[in-house]
């Protein structure tokens, strides 16, 4: 069975980079049956895509967050990453990594997400 985890700071200094790390055990990222995605979650809020990365190595972020996030993987080590830059405060919040299945033969599109990482909180604050 796959499992995600995050890790990576819990505390953050305005306008730094965040930098988080997503590890999968029990299945590859490369396998084209699935892509990676990060969601986070702000306090009291609900739940926000950030963005997904491909089997192939191909990205696509949520066009509010574009300017500032960069998601990469490292193959070797079965994990793909976050960066989110120029952070303020509004940034805190609990950010999930999770899988995203793909659906469909001829015209295979990604939808939806099956198994997430248990979270972490990211505070940023000075």
């Known amino acids: 069975q796959v499992q995600l985890q995050e890790s990576g700071p819990g505390l953050v200094t305005p306008s730094q980079t965040l930098s988080l790390t997503c590890t999968v055990s029990g299945g590859s990222i490369t396998t084209s049956y699935y892509a990676w995605s990060w969601v986070r979650q702000p306090p009291g809020k609900g739940l926000e895509w950030m963005g997904v990365?491909?089997?192939?190595?191909?990205?696509y972020y949520s066009p509010s967050l574009k300017s500032r996030t960069s998601i990469s993987r490292d193959t070797s080590k079965n994990q793909f990453s976050l960066q989110l830059s120029s952070l303020t405060p509004d940034d805190t919040a609990v950010y999930y990594c999770?899988?995203?299945?793909?659906?469909?033969?001829?015209?295979?599109?990604?939808?939806?997400?099956?198994?997430w990482g248990k979270g972490t909180l990211v505070t940023v604050s000075a």
């Open positions: 990365i491909a089997f192939d190595g191909s990205c």
């Open positions: 999770a899988r995203v299945p793909r659906y469909g033969t001829a015209t295979p599109y990604y939808y939806g997400m099956d198994y």
